[in-house]
């Protein structure tokens, strides 16, 4: 079965980093387009970051752009996402899915999703 487990999440203050983890597996990992999104309370589900792991290509939302970062180690079937000069805005659980369309934000497209990680920035 495939499985996304997000992990790095936390607390931090404004202009803070942090870095998220997705391990994944069940899977080639590189049979899948990878993304994070993210959704605060009361508000919809935002695609954040998204890359097409077999080239490596990115694409980001306007609201992270130089902030953010998504990379991946193929090696370890794992994807990542720095975040550097945290805003309270970030405030969210961020999530990161799997799909076979690849460089896309609409959340319907992505076929497997993790839990969640919980970051708040104050």
């Known amino acids: 079965d495939v499985q996304l487990v997000e992990s790095g999440g936390g607390s931090v203050q404004a202009g803070g980093s942090l870095r998220l983890s997705c391990a994944a597996s069940?899977?080639?990992?590189?049979?899948?387009?990878m993304a994070w999104f993210r959704q605060a309370p009361g508000k919809e589900r935002e695609g954040v970051a998204t890359?097409?792991?077999?080239?490596?290509?990115?694409l980001y939302a306007d609201s992270v752009k130089g902030r953010f970062t998504v990379s991946q180690d193929n090696a370890k079937n794992t994807l990542y996402l720095q975040m550097n000069s945290l805003k309270p805005e970030d405030t969210a659980m961020y999530y990161c899915?799997?799909?076979?369309?690849?460089?896309?934000?609409?959340?319907?497209?992505?076929?497997?999703w993790g839990q969640g990680t919980q970051v708040t920035v104050s």
């Open positions: 069940g899977y080639h990992y590189n049979n899948y387009c």
């Open positions: 890359i097409f792991t077999r080239t490596s290509t990115t």
């Open positions: 899915a799997a799909g076979s369309v690849c460089l896309t934000f609409a959340a319907e497209l992505y076929n497997f």
